[in-house]
């Protein structure tokens, strides 16, 4: 069998119904010398200081519990599509505080929308970190319109973010950080991510848990109140 033979089989076993072409499987075993994904939500969270963090729904999530699980972090476990507005209201009451949401492409485009918002009220202390796998991968992998030619920077310079970042290398992830880190936001970044699948690694799920566990963190005696 040729090494091309072999090699469709082997992307016709873990993706049946797609049609894999020369140029499919080339871009496919580039994809998979992308990113690893629990590297890059480690290095996002590695300086985070006293930073709140929002997860979208799926596996930012699982990246962020596998970087260590924190009292400042806010799980997402359903809403999908709200991470980036339940971070721009956090931002808005805490201004102090920066806020970190990481989320999908899959859930960024559920919420689209918010990218507006976000631009006009323009929080300094919000970043917007996408780490984008161009699959729905909690759902089975299913391809995102990310990988079809949608451009998420480009949807948020159109929004109105000054600054948008494309990222497919940990050394421009390494650039980009301290942009990350500092307070001129609001800041969106499009990581590209390999797509293929992390361990699962499953955070507190009761949902009332995590608010109570969150707002105590933030608040102490008030979040009672
Ligand atoms: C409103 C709504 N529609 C669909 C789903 C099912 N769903 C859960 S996670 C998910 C895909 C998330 O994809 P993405 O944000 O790209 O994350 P990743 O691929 O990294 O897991 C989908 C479609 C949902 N939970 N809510």
């Excluded at 973010?161 to 494309?166: D, E, L, N, V």
Aim: charged letters at 20%; proline letters at 4%.
């Amino acid at each position: 069998m040729s090494r091309y033979a072999a090699l469709r089989n082997f992307f016709r076993a873990l993706h049946p119904g797609e049609l894999w072409t020369f140029k499919g499987i080339h871009m496919a075993m580039k994809k998979s010398s992308a990113l690893d994904r629990r590297k890059v939500v480690a290095a996002l969270l590695a300086d985070r200081g006293d930073a709140l963090v929002v997860t979208g729904l799926g596996s930012p999530t699982y990246d962020t519990y596998a970087a260590g699980d924190h009292d400042l972090n806010f799980y997402l476990w359903g809403a999908m599509g709200g991470a980036a507005m339940a971070g721009l209201g956090l931002a808005l009451a805490q201004p102090k505080r920066r806020v970190l949401v990481l989320t999908g492409d899959g859930e960024m485009l559920m919420g689209i929308g918010s990218l507006a918002t976000i631009a006009c009220e323009a929080p300094k202390n919000l970043v917007i970190a996408v780490i984008n796998n161009g699959h729905y991968g909690e759902t089975g992998m299913q391809r995102a319109h990310t990988a079809r030619g949608v451009d998420l920077v480009g949807i948020a310079k159109g929004a109105g973010f000054k600054s948008a970042t494309p990222i497919d290398s940990m050394a421009g992830l390494q650039r980009w950080l301290p942009e990350c880190h500092g307070r001129t936001g609001p800041v969106f970044a499009d990581i590209k991510v390999s797509a293929d699948p992390a361990p699962m690694r499953l955070p507190l799920r009761d949902g009332t848990a995590i608010k109570h566990r969150f707002r105590t963190a933030l608040l102490g005696s008030k979040a009672l109140e």
